[in-house]
């Protein structure tokens, strides 16, 4: 399987964030929508992962690392620990006015 863009992986991550922002935030849903939207969502793997470090699959792994430089880009807003990071169930993101008008949405 070929490896997803930065560029196209840091875009899905903020749709999902702007389609979740009412439903919910935590980052374990947010990376979930992005994998299935990038057809990179294996139920057995990606589940294991997102319900515990997040490391334990690839893909989820790269997201996750992509979610949490979308926050330190000033891009998204994030709570909880996501410098060690805590695993994706124990953290928060949204997309932000930065985040949207990255995705061209002012």
């Given at each position: 399987?070929?490896?997803?863009?930065?560029?196209?992986?840091?875009?899905?991550?903020?749709?999902?964030?702007?389609a979740?922002?009412?439903?919910?935030?935590?980052?374990?849903?947010?990376?979930?929508?992005?994998?299935?939207a990038?057809?990179?969502?294996?139920?057995?793997?990606?589940?294991?992962?997102?319900?515990?470090?997040?490391?334990e699959?690839?893909?989820?792994?790269?997201a996750?690392?992509?979610?949490?430089q979308?926050?330190?880009?000033?891009?998204?807003?994030?709570?909880?620990?996501?410098?060690?990071?805590?695993?994706?169930?124990?953290?928060?993101?949204?997309?932000?006015?930065?985040?949207?008008?990255?995705?061209?949405d002012?």
């Amino acid at each position: 399987m070929n490896r997803v863009d930065d560029k196209a992986l840091d875009r899905v991550l903020l749709l999902a964030m702007k389609a979740r922002t009412a439903q919910s935030n935590k980052c374990d849903v947010i990376l979930r929508a992005a994998l299935k939207a990038l057809g990179r969502y294996d139920s057995e793997r990606s589940e294991l992962a997102l319900c515990n470090g997040g490391y334990e699959d690839v893909e989820v792994g790269r997201a996750y690392d992509a979610l949490r430089q979308l926050v330190n880009r000033g891009l998204a807003e994030g709570r909880g620990d996501l410098k060690s990071p805590a695993g994706p169930r124990y953290t928060e993101c949204e997309i932000n006015s930065a985040g949207l008008r990255s995705l061209g949405d002012d």
